[in-house]
Nanobody, 128 residues
Framework: QVQLVESGGGSVQAGGSLRLSCAASGYTYSSKCMAWFRQAPGKEREGVATIYSIGGITYYADSVEGRFTISQDNAKNTVYLQMNSLKPEDTAMYYC?????????????????????WGQGTQVTVSS
């Protein structure tokens, strides 16, 4: 089993920045796809960004491309999401997810059912 714990959420004004962290524990795998999803009230959960543990290949949702950066520290089993130029529409609960023994895949990384392990989420609120 893999446990994921998110942190770093909070409230900021539009244009501000936040850095989310996702710490993985339990049985950790060298090959894994880590992703950030988010869910706003009344909306479906959507993929935000993903990173493959080997090689660091990343993919982003169009809505965050150029503003968000996903990164990893494999020694710490931690994935980060640096969020800059935040907008009110970025307000959501942000979840970390893991898919083990697999690459991310450009056309499938955003599909929730591909991820077996999920964190509890961290709230991000952006005010205008």
């Amino acid at each position: 089993q893999v446990q994921l714990v998110e942190s770093g959420g909070g409230s900021v004004q539009a244009g501000g920045s936040l850095r989310l962290s996702c710490a993985a524990s339990g049985y950790t795998y060298s090959s894994k796809c880590m992703a950030w999803f988010r869910q706003a009230p009344g909306k479906e959960r959507e993929g935000v960004a993903t990173i493959y543990s080997i090689g660091g290949i990343t993919y982003y949702a169009d809505s965050v491309e150029g503003r968000f950066t996903i990164s990893q520290d494999n020694a710490k089993n931690t994935v980060y999401l640096q969020m800059n130029s935040l907008k009110p529409e970025d307000t959501a609960m942000y979840y970390c997810a893991a898919r083990v023994l697999s690459a991310c895949g450009a056309s499938v990384w955003m599909l929730e059912y591909n991820y077996k392990f999920w964190g509890q989420g961290t709230q991000v609120t952006v005010s205008s």
